[in-house]
């Protein structure tokens, strides 16, 4: 791999044992090319962090890792964290369903806290509750980060009080949190706080991604009225993501966009129950969305008249 100029490094789901990545982790360590490498779908067990955490320390062109459902657990999170701590290059994490759990989320925001160039990090379906992201949450408050982080931490068992923790990360000096990825968090938590969730968000600085799909909520419980402060609840919002709930479009899309969406540049509204009466909202809101460049309708209830 350092005899040519390879950025990429693909080997998803190719059934890769520890023992036949140990080469390829050993070629990295010194190479300063490769950008992207992606080891996801192989189980690796306790042998993943031996076999990431050298990479991402020492290879200086390194900028994505994907490493999902490779069998990291709370154990290796130690020896990752320290990487993290090291790394000037990687910019984008997943270490989505690993069993990484309460006790591994805290010791990855103690490795952020020495990182100045990581912007994303997926921890979706990583066995971890409310305790554990309560307590990374705090971690990430106090580190003060110069590079706000995309967090995403779905299909984890996470309480009311732990989302409204997590959306406070928006409102740091300086913020801590840029997006925020919850989806399909009403699988596991009775019911979500969204006026609560939102409040932080006035005070949050643009752009923001948020991801509530699939998390049970309904137009009727979006504010689009202006906070204490005058500032519209989603102001800073340049991606928001609504999909897989039952929204009523056609009596609320308007009010929401505008104007309370200034900055909206990507909206997804897929499986939202979307008939032609909310469409006819739709278009109408879109003529005040000067900024939007993509709109997502998949799977909706619309017919030839709402297309």
């Known amino acids: 791999i350092n005899d040519i100029e390879v950025t990429v490094v693909d080997l998803a789901g190719r059934q890769l044992t520890a023992r036949q990545l140990v080469p390829l982790a ?27 955490a050298p990479i991402i320390a020492m290879n200086a062109s390194l900028q994505t890792v994907k ?6 657990s709370a154990d290796g999170c130690e020896e990752l964290a320290e990487a993290l701590g090291k790394s000037l290059s990687l910019e984008e994490l997943d270490v989505s369903h690993n069993e990484i759990g309460d006790e591994g989320l805290p010791l990855m925001a103690a490795g952020l806290a020495f990182n100045t160039s990581l912007r994303s990090l997926d921890v979706s379906a990583c066995s971890i509750t409310s305790s554990g992201a309560a307590a990374f949450a705090a971690a990430l408050a106090s580190a003060s980060r110069p590079q706000p982080l995309q967090l995403s931490i779905g299909l984890n068992d996470l309480d009311a009080t732990c989302l409204v923790s997590l959306a406070a990360l928006f409102a740091c000096k300086p913020p801590a949190l840029c997006g925020l990825d919850l989806r399909c968090i009403a699988a596991v938590s009775a019911a979500f706080p969204l006026e609560q969730f939102c409040r932080p968000l006035a005070s949050a600085a643009p752009p923001v991604q948020l991801g509530l799909a699939a998390t049970s909520i309904t137009s009727a419980e979006i504010p689009i009225a202006p906070s204490t402060a005058g500032r519209y609840t989603f102001a800073a919002v340049a991606s928001l993501d609504l999909s897989q709930n039952s929204l009523d479009l056609s009596s609320a899309l308007a009010s929401l966009i505008v104007p309370s969406l200034p900055c909206l540049r990507v909206l997804s509204l897929n499986q939202t129950f979307l008939r032609d009466a909310g469409v006819q909202q739709l278009c109408r ?7 939007l460049e993509r709109l997502a309708l998949d799977d909706n209830l619309f017919a030839a008249d709402g297309a």
Do not use: E, Y
């Open 67 to 72: 490493a999902r459902s490779v069998g990291l």
């Open 285 to 291: 809101a879109l003529l005040c969305a000067p900024r």
């Open 26 to 52: 050993n070629a990295l360590l010194k190479n300063g090319v490769v950008t992207s490498l992606n080891i996801s779908d192989n189980f690796l067990g306790q042998a993943s962090s031996k076999i990431l």
